[in-house]
């Protein structure tokens, strides 16, 4: 009886240790020593083309750089992976990293790849319809739940006798239905439909009055208190990177062709040329690629608090770093 | 009126009378098991109580369901001549098996509500039989709440409801014990003294089979052979005294003596 | 009686509120950060604050899992039926009923939008498709455990196939169907909100699967958990509505429901 329960004791404590051992990454150590880890928010598209090519044309090298790219796909919870040391940066739209700062995670913002949020709806031209509230009187409307935006359109017009359904990633649904509209990716759904025929007519949510920073690339506090330089090599190569992949495209895009079958390079090349105005603007033809003001953080701040996502504004002073 | 009289299932039977049961070079294999029944043959007459013995698994319930349809033959055939086609039979097994989420008198009355009887009439005649075994009182209770005696006169009475023609009892009470055994066997050849209708009882008790029957069959263990045809000679009326009685040892005794003779234990 | 309900009650209530206190006790030590494991306390005020939307989604949700789990019992029951009378049916057809039950629901959810459009129809589809396995098997197994001697005693006296399935063997089986019935209860509420995630409404009559994604995409960690609470709750009702039909079915006759 007595070895029994010592057995089952040791037994307790062996699955304890591996319980604990495996939720926490051996963070820190690896990034001291140039190996970082970098997480996307999606399949590798044009949207992280600067990542790709900082690392193929060497830029990340040059600052003694080792970055390992992790390509995601719908779901993967970037903002958790990179507050618990699993990532070292992950890309994030500027609504989520608001959003993590309310609820109490202490990740900060780097760099923004866009400009101006890709975030539209797409419907058929047939439609006719020439602003998104025309949209919202009939058919049926793909938006994923939970996200901002469709609160905001919610709140600037009603939905009125429009069906609201999941947005389920494709392409599919649109294709084969004259009244089904979805949200897209400006750079992305669009072209995909009219590869497939369909002639879609797209609306920028950010023409609406919500522009958030998209494509953020975030950190955990530890690392710019403790790696600083680390970080900024990272966004200072990815800068050259984004610069170098504005200018040509082709090379980043036919590695990541490789990892993301589903995209044919034609797709491809059209869908870096689409984004290019949303990436480059006056702005960061002054101040740098990927800049970001305290203005429109405390705007887009303000406009999650209105539309109750978050109680408090957070302070934008504490998670807007500069890299320079 | 005379079309009612015309079809057998729904107008019930007035009385029961009796079948005669040819049994004529039976024959059964079984696919497992081998030759069950070798050859048997065997003639009932209308209205006689006969005991079937044997050891167990020589084959008499397999005989008895062959009797009652509820199995086939692979060589010879089985008779039931009766006035009017086709006979009523019932069965009595050795558990009660009644159907638990039913009450007593919904139980007793299955029979008559698989034929289609009108549900008055199929309740009167389950009070009846009901009467008949002494459960009059017990018709609205659960079978769960019966003892193994009232269950397996529960039974009975629902063997008795359609007035069967042919009751055939396979070792119906071999799981109660001693007393209440010896009170249905009482009520049993009551039952049959009033109401005319053959009887095929199978039992492995030689003390059974000699209190109730006018004779006694006896099958050898597989596969089986009948090794012994014998009249019980004792009065029609018999009472619980009559096993203490020197003329049931008696023919008790000849009972051994004729299955030594026969070569069976 | 009083004495024998508080001896149900009490020890289930007494555990809760022991784990649920070192739950609490456990993340506000341990600073555990509050979109990872929120404590009770914090779950509670988010269901609080959000109480009339969740109690929509819940009503939306119940709709559809209890328009699947009839429709489990109801095809689940003839399904077994049929494949029950017949030993060559069964042989045919069982094993596509165990293939469709492995088939994750994740992966078929897509299929029944295109097939059903998105509402309703196809979230009780989803819950049905998910419930019925469990109804069949248990059903089967009811019908087919029936006694031989009863069996022979309908034959015997003339039974109709008809008159032996409905006057013997579905209530013999009743006690496996009531079985089967409790399984497919809680699994309709799996079915239903998953079947939400893919084909359910997103707006208006938003159900409990849609306010998961959308407390997740949120980061609102406390929302998400007060949501599966709510889904844990729909199930536990429709497993003890079950049972209660259960036990007035049976109660009667069989030890099971006998208290």
């Known amino acids: ?159 009125d006798g429009v069906q ?134 405390e705007t887009l701040a303000n406009q999650l608090v209105e539309l109750n996502i978050i109680d408090k504004a957070p302070n934008v002073d504490d998670f807007l770093v500069s890299v320079d | 009126m005379s079309d009612f009289a015309d079809s057998p299932e729904l107008h019930l039977a007035t009385t029961h009378a009796g079948v005669r049961v040819v049994i004529d070079h039976v024959v059964r294999v079984f696919p497992g098991s081998g030759l069950v029944l070798d050859d048997i043959s065997l003639d009932v007459p209308s209205g006689a109580f006969v005991a079937l013995l044997g050891p167990s698994g020589c084959g008499k319930s397999t005989l008895l369901r062959i009797i009652a349809g509820l199995d086939r033959v692979d060589r010879g055939k089985v008779c039931l001549e009766a006035p009017e086609a086709p006979p009523r039979i019932a069965y009595v097994f050795q558990d009660a098996h009644l159907l638990p989420w039913r009450s007593v008198l919904e139980n007793v009355t299955l029979p008559l509500e698989l034929l289609g009887t009108p549900k008055t009439e199929r309740r009167a005649n389950a009070r009846e039989a009901l009467a008949k075994v002494g459960l009059s009182d017990a018709e609205q209770r659960m079978p ?94 018999r009472h619980a005294s009559l096993r203490a009685h020197a003329s049931f040892a008696q023919v008790l005794g000849s009972l051994y003596d004729a299955l030594l003779k026969a070569g069976t234990s | 009686m009083k004495a024998k309900f508080l001896q149900t009650l009490m020890p289930p209530i007494v555990s809760l509120v022991v784990v649920l206190g070192m739950w609490e006790l ?52 003839s399904i077994a039926v049929v494949l029950g009378s017949s030993r060559v049916l069964e042989r045919s057809f069982y094993p596509y009923a165990v293939f469709l039950q492995t088939v994750p629901i994740v992966a078929i959810a897509p299929l029944l939008v295109i097939w059903f459009g998105p509402g309703q129809r196809a979230v009780s589809v989803s819950a049905f498709i998910v419930g019925v396995f469990p109804v069949v098997a248990n059903t089967l197994t009811g019908l087919r455990s029936v006694d031989p001697s009863l069996r022979d005693l309908f034959r015997l006296h003339g039974a109709s196939k008809f008159q032996t399935l409905f006057l013997l063997s579905l209530p013999h089986a009743t006690p496996s169907i009531v079985t089967g019935l409790r399984v497919a209860g809680g699994l309709s509420v799996i079915g239903a909100i998953v079947g939400e995630f893919v084909a359910g409404f997103a707006e208006g009559a938003a159900g409990l699967g849609i306010v998961v994604l959308s407390s997740y995409r949120q980061l609102r960690t406390d929302l998400l958990f007060a949501s599966v609470f709510c889904a844990s709750m729909l199930g536990l009702l429709l497993f003890g509505a079950t049972n209660w039909f259960g036990w007035r079915m049976m109660r009667k006759w069989h030890p099971s429901e006998k208290v």
């Open chain 1, 1 to 159: 009886m007595k070895t029994m329960n010592r057995r089952l004791l040791l037994l307790f404590a062996l699955m304890s240790l591996m319980l604990t051992s495996c939720s926490r990454d051996k963070s820190g150590a690896h990034a001291t020593d140039g190996k970082v880890k970098l997480v996307l928010n999606w399949v590798p598209e044009p949207e992280f083309g600067g990542f790709y090519a900082a690392r193929d044309g060497g830029a990340y090298a040059k600052q003694n750089l080792d970055v390992e790219i992790m390509g995601g796909g719908a779901g993967v919870p970037v903002v958790q992976m990179v507050a618990s040391g699993q990532a070292d940066f992950g890309i994030a739209g500027g609504d989520e990293v608001i959003m993590a700062r309310a609820r109490g995670v202490d990740i900060v913002a780097l760099f923004a790849i866009y400009q101006t949020s890709p975030q539209g709806i797409m419907a058929h031209a047939s439609r006719k319809a020439k602003t998104i509230k025309d949209l919202l009187g009939s058919g049926t409307l793909a938006m994923e739940p939970g996200l901002p935006y469709v609160a905001y359109l919610k709140k600037q017009h009603r939905f």
């Open chain 1, 164 to 297: 609201i359904v999941p947005y389920d990633g494709g392409v599919a649904r649109f294709v084969n239905d004259p009244n089904f509209a979805q949200q897209c990716f400006i750079t992305s759904e669009p072209l995909a439909a009219r590869k497939k025929g369909a002639n879609p007519s797209v609306f920028l949510v950010a023409d609406e009055g919500f522009n958030p920073y998209v494509g953020v690339v975030i950190t955990r506090r530890e690392m710019v208190e403790k790696n600083k330089a680390i970080a900024i090599a990272f966004i200072h190569a990815s800068r050259e990177g984004w610069r170098s992949y504005l200018d040509d495209p082709k090379p980043a895009n036919a590695t990541m062709a490789k990892l993301n079958t589903t995209m044919d390079a034609e797709t491809f090349a059209a869908a870096a040329e689409a984004q290019k105005p949303l990436i480059e603007t006056p702005e960061t033809k002054s101040r740098g690629l990927g800049t970001m003001t305290k203005e429109r953080w």
């Open chain 2, 144 to 237: 769960a709440e019966l003892s193994g005696g009232m269950k397996m006169r529960v039974s009975l009475a629902r063997a008795l409801v359609t007035r069967p023609q042919i009751l055939l009892l396979d070792e119906p009470f071999a799981a109660l014990d001693e007393i209440t055994r010896q009170k249905l066997d009482d009520e049993l050849r009551r039952l049959w003294i009033e109401h005319p209708m053959t009887v095929l009882f199978v039992t492995h008790s030689n003390a059974e089979a000699t209190y109730l029957a006018e004779r006694c069959i006896v099958l050898s263990p597989r596969p089986a052979k009948l090794v012994l045809d014998m009249p019980i000679d004792l009065p029609r009326t």
């Open chain 3, 26 to 77: 456990l993340v506000r030590s341990l600073s555990v950060p509050a979109y990872l494991l929120p404590p009770p306390s914090a779950i509670l005020s988010a269901g609080l604050s959000n109480a009339t939307a969740l109690a929509l989604a819940s009503f939306t949700t119940a709709k559809s899992a209890l328009m699947g789990f009839f429709l489990s019992a109801f095809f689940g029951i």
